[in-house]
């Protein structure tokens, strides 16, 4: 499987120091099973650690997960700004999941080579 984050989120991820590798190991527990919140409809809440500090006063990620043999991370907060995200935003993401379903490979792929997506490299997930 391979990922990917959006030109939002990857600004979000470099301002707070989340690194690819604490993407991909969230990816690789949600792929165990370890999901910290499945919120339907392709899209997951996973836990990142703030830098020097654990999980659980740290970010949450979320993730457009096993769309088309891919992960999309799409947006992040902290715990401290919101307890959690809003049934409207909740709807929102899972309409935009069902629009990352209908885009083909080479569509997203242009959308690599215009920048707005971002391939995070070297994920060593099983397909």
Known sequence: ????????????????????????????????????????????KQRVARQGQGKSSGYRVLILYRINGAHYFISGFSKSRYANISKSDEYALKLLAEQYAMYSQEKMMQWVKLGILIEIPDTNLQE
């Open 1 to 44: 499987m391979r990922i990917f984050k959006t030109k939002i989120f990857a600004k979000f991820a470099e301002k707070h120091a989340i690194s690819d590798s604490c993407l991909i190991d969230a990816v690789k527990r949600a792929e165990k099973g370890l999901i910290d919140a499945d919120l339907g409809g392709n899209v997951i």
